[in-house]
């Protein structure tokens, strides 16, 4: 496989995992932080938009998945994708810690 179906896989990974804590957030009417919030990623957005955002990094997550052939038979493109889950999961702990300190 060429490199960039690799890259698509550990972007695939990073949508995804993104899309939990919006989701749960949003479907539990709780306010969350998004892009959109002011200030953008400190404040906190309504629950609709959380689901939204959450939708959207859904959609996002699957095209990927989609062009980038992820299989259990390629060893490579699951540690991508993994690897995108990973990051990103690490990252949303450290960005998210303090969200409701002010």
Request: aromatic fraction near 16%; charge should be positive.
């Amino acid at each position: 496989m060429e490199w960039y179906y690799y890259f698509s896989a550990f972007w695939t990974g990073a949508f995804l995992t993104n899309a939990i804590p919006h989701f749960v957030n949003g479907i539990s009417g709780n306010s969350f932080p998004t892009p959109f919030a002011k200030p953008h990623g400190k404040g906190l957005s309504s629950p609709t938009l959380n689901v939204l955002w959450a939708l959207f990094n859904l959609v996002a997550g699957y095209l990927l998945c989609r062009i980038s052939g992820i299989s259990p038979q390629d060893n490579r493109s699951l540690i991508s994708f993994f690897a995108g889950i990973a990051l990103v999961s690490i990252l949303l702990s450290k960005r998210f810690a303090n969200k409701d300190k002010a």
